[in-house]
């Protein structure tokens, strides 16, 4: 009886399909014995036959039946057959058994920051690397304020990881070691390498004042400018003009900036009156247009209305909500922008961002009618139970804003949406048709950004649970009706 080990395999019968593979080389007639790799003390005879003996799939146990002939004396030829049987022991390899055994014996780790009140990005970042698999070779993910640590086993892991992210995200980065010993006899040193990863601290939606020698670079742009779109490159444009740019991560770093308002500073704006200009950029997805707004705070106390120059006039209709910021009641600290104040410069009242469906959402989880897609998450030690136990539940319920706000984007966004894998979520229920034409008539819900549902993949695991489950169900009605 032979027993192998260090068998690493992901599926359960991968070493069956193995062992047949070696094993069917050698079922040739005129293959030496000497060739033969599984059997040991086989060098003085010579194999004439091989072949398998069934056995039980679950069982863990392969049989050979060879017949093998040596020369004995004086020409005289002496044949035998046996069984051999081969017994597979579920081993680890020394790698992951070092890895089970101390989840800190990590050799490179790359450590993803940054600096915003909220982790959107990080939101988008991991759906990125579920749908490309870029994590299979990490060890452990710990997710910390701030940023995510992703932690591997050899430094080429965290060295393409890296190469990676910087395809996804603009971000810069540096590299360290640390000496953990070394052999002076032989000239072997062990390090532990560390990649810290910064990403610009621009999101979508973000207000940004550009400095003036940035705005001189940029073809006089701005200085006040929404960015549209923050991956690999950041999309910055100007509201009241509709003039757009690209902005590199190289080029951002040379000479950083932060963000002036950020999405948690948002007012909502009820749209008064709205007239188009007939001016269109992005292939007729942007159209500029002059609006009457009022902030919905103010209804009731007074009759405050601002006139603003937006680039949503093919989305806004009147009686329409919009987000935008409210720059006559926000205090800034910047210098460049008190440098531009005094120069004679002015500010708008109001900068529209996007378009709200906060009460069309809000009606509809009234009514029941929840999302009909999931999102999956990648399993990460955290620091939010500890968090609590502190009484930080704010910053939990802020977690769960901004997941809410990240899927809106998406729903939103089909050019984001293109960039990460949807599921179909088989605990939704969708209403009958006639259910939902009760509940929507007289409702302006018609303009909701949803996502398709040929948009989305199955998840292939709950389908298996489901058969597994559809399985046991009917085993249970043949075992009763029996």
């Known amino acids: 009886m032979l027993s192998m080990r260090y068998l690493h395999y992901e599926q359960p019968f991968q070493y069956v399909r193995q062992l047949h593979t070696i094993a069917s080389r050698y079922h040739s007639p005129d293959t030496e014995a ?65 890895a089970a055994a101390n989840p800190n014996t990590w050799t490179a780790v790359v450590q993803v920051r940054q600096h915003t009140e909220h982790k ?35 430094r080429s892991h965290g060295q393409r990881f890296l190469d990676f992210l910087q395809g996804v995200v ?14 002076e006899q032989n000239a072997t040193y062990n390090y532990k390498y560390t990649f810290s990863v910064e990403i610009v601290p621009i999101c979508k939606d973000d207000l940004i004042f550009l400095p003036s020698k940035v705005s001189s670079s940029m073809g006089h742009l701005g200085p006040l400018v929404l960015c549209t779109r923050a991956m690999n490159t950041l999309h910055f444009m100007e509201p009241y003009t509709m003039r757009s740019t690209q902005v590199e991560a190289p080029v951002f770093w040379r000479a950083p900036y932060r963000a002036l308002l950020n999405s948690r500073h948002l007012v909502e704006y009820m749209v008064l009156d709205i007239e188009t200009t007939g001016q269109t950029a992005a292939n007729g997805k942007l159209e500029l247009a002059d609006a009457q707004v009022a902030r919905v705070a103010d209804f009731g106390s007074n009759d405050t209305t601002y006139h603003v120059r937006t680039h949503l006039g093919h989305l806004l209709s009147p009686g329409d909500t919009a987000l935008g910021y409210d720059l006559t009641r926000a205090n800034f600290v910047e210098d460049e922008l008190e440098a531009f104040v005094q120069k004679g410069g002015s500010l708008p009242d109001v900068v529209l961002v996007r378009k709200s469906y906060e009460e069309r959402r809000r009606k509809r989880h009234v009514k029941g009618q929840g999302r009909s897609w999931k999102l999956k998450r990648m399993t990460m030690d955290s620091d939010d139970a500890m968090q609590l136990k502190k009484g930080q539940q704010a910053q939990a319920d802020r977690r769960h804003q901004d997941l809410e706000r990240f899927m809106q984007e998406l729903e939103e966004d089909p050019e984001m949406r293109s960039k990460v894998a949807l599921y179909k979520d088989s605990a939704h229920k969708p209403a009958p048709a006639q259910d939902v034409d009760a509940m929507t008539e007289g409702d302006d819900e018609d303009d909701l950004p949803e996502i398709p549902l040929e948009e989305l993949l199955d998840d292939m695991n709950a389908l298996q649970l489901e058969e597994n489950a559809q399985g046991r169900h009917s085993d249970g009605d043949e075992s009763m009706d029996g």
């Open 34 to 98: 000497s060739q033969h790799p599984l059997v040991q003390g086989m060098q003085q005879v010579k194999l004439v036959d091989a072949g398998f003996i069934w056995t039980e799939p679950h069982s863990r146990r392969l049989k050979t039946k060879l017949t093998v002939q040596s020369e004995v004396f004086n020409g005289a030829i002496l044949q035998q057959t046996f069984v051999v049987e081969y017994v597979v022991e579920t081993h680890m390899c020394p790698d992951c058994s070092k």
């Open 120 to 154: 959107r990005t990080f939101m988008f970042l991991e759906q990125v690397i579920l749908k490309y698999g870029a994590a299979a070779n990490c060890i452990n993910i710990k997710d910390i304020h701030e940023g995510v640590d992703f932690y591997f086993s050899k």
């Open 170 to 183: 603009p971000m810069r980065y540096r590299t360290d070691k640390q000496l953990v010993s070394h052999n």
